[in-house]
C-alpha cells in the first residue's frame, strides 16, 4: 500500500495542540521530512515550499494527486521515509476534502483537546517565544475559536488524534507510535 511506503501526514488542529512539535518529533523518529507549512510570522508556508500550483489545484477542489507527487518526489530527494507537513490553526479543510486527501494516500490527522488544555499549551509556548505586540488570550479565541469549533464536529471525529490526557499532554512514544499506526493503515 502506499501509505506504508511513503507515509505523508498532515497535522491539523488548534494552536497548542502540539502540530509542529509532532511533526518534529515524526522527522525524529520515524524519519520523516518535515515541511513546516505554519511560519507565522514569517510568511507564507506554502509559497516559501514552493507548493502554491499544486496546493491551488487540491484547494479549488481538483485532485490531490500533484501535491502528493511533488511531496513524494522530496521524500525521494531527501532520502526520507515520508513527510509530514504541519499546518496553521486557522486552516480547516473540510472533512471531504480530507477524504479525498486519504484516498491519494495522506494521512491528515487533528490534533485535539479540550479548549482549555489546547490554551494552556499555548500560552506555555508564547511565555518561550516572548514575541511583542501579541496578546497570546485574545490572539488564541481570534484565531482558534472558530476552526476549533469545526473540527468539533462530527465528521472530523475519524480525523481527531488526542492528545492530551487529563490536561496533560499524551507522551511522545505514544503520540509517534499512534501516528505510525494509522499512517500504514
Given at each position: 500500500?502506499?501509505?506504508?511506503?511513503?507515509?505523508?501526514?498532515?497535522?491539523?488542529?488548534?494552536?497548542?495542540?502540539?502540530?509542529?512539535?509532532?511533526?518534529?518529533?515524526?522527522?525524529?523518529?520515524?524519519?520523516?521530512?518535515?515541511?513546516?507549512?505554519?511560519?507565522f510570522p514569517g510568511g507564507d508556508g506554502?509559497?516559501?515550499?514552493?507548493?502554491?500550483?499544486?496546493?491551488?489545484?487540491?484547494?479549488?477542489?481538483?485532485?490531490?494527486?500533484?501535491?502528493?507527487?511533488?511531496?513524494?518526489?522530496?521524500?525521494?530527494?531527501?532520502?526520507?521515509?515520508?513527510?509530514?507537513?504541519?499546518?496553521?490553526?486557522?486552516?480547516?479543510?473540510?472533512?471531504?476534502?480530507?477524504?479525498?486527501?486519504?484516498?491519494?494516500?495522506?494521512?491528515?490527522?487533528?490534533?485535539?483537546?479540550?479548549?482549555?488544555?489546547?490554551?494552556?499549551?499555548?500560552?506555555?509556548?508564547?511565555?518561550?517565544?516572548?514575541?511583542?505586540?501579541?496578546?497570546?488570550?485574545?490572539?488564541?479565541?481570534?484565531?482558534?475559536?472558530?476552526?476549533?469549533?469545526?473540527?468539533?464536529?462530527?465528521?472530523?471525529?475519524?480525523?481527531?488524534?488526542?492528545?492530551?490526557?487529563?490536561?496533560e499532554r499524551v507522551p511522545r512514544s505514544?503520540?509517534?507510535?499512534?501516528?505510525?499506526?494509522?499512517?500504514?493503515?
Amino acid at each position: 500500500m502506499a501509505r506504508a511506503r511513503c507515509p505523508i501526514v498532515f497535522l491539523l488542529g488548534p494552536s497548542g495542540a502540539g502540530k509542529s512539535t509532532l511533526a518534529q518529533w515524526l522527522a525524529e523518529d520515524a524519519g520523516l521530512l518535515h515541511l513546516e507549512i505554519d511560519r507565522f510570522p514569517g510568511g507564507d508556508g506554502i509559497e516559501l515550499e514552493g507548493l502554491r500550483d499544486e496546493w491551488n489545484m487540491l484547494y479549488s477542489g481538483g485532485s490531490a494527486n500533484p501535491l502528493v507527487a511533488t511531496i513524494r518526489s522530496r521524500v525521494t530527494g531527501a532520502r526520507a521515509a515520508g513527510a509530514v507537513l504541519s499546518f496553521p490553526s486557522l486552516l480547516v479543510l473540510p472533512a471531504g476534502r480530507l477524504n479525498q486527501l486519504s484516498a491519494a494516500g495522506v494521512t491528515s490527522l487533528v490534533l485535539y483537546g479540550s479548549a482549555a488544555a489546547c490554551l494552556d499549551s499555548f500560552l506555555e509556548q508564547e511565555v518561550k517565544l516572548k514575541r511583542a505586540g501579541v496578546e497570546p488570550i485574545e490572539h488564541w479565541f481570534a484565531n482558534n475559536q472558530g476552526p476549533y469549533f469545526q473540527f468539533s464536529r462530527p465528521e472530523f471525529a475519524p480525523f481527531r488524534l488526542a492528545v492530551f490526557r487529563n490536561g496533560e499532554r499524551v507522551p511522545r512514544s505514544e503520540l509517534v507510535e499512534e501516528v505510525r499506526k494509522r499512517a500504514a493503515a
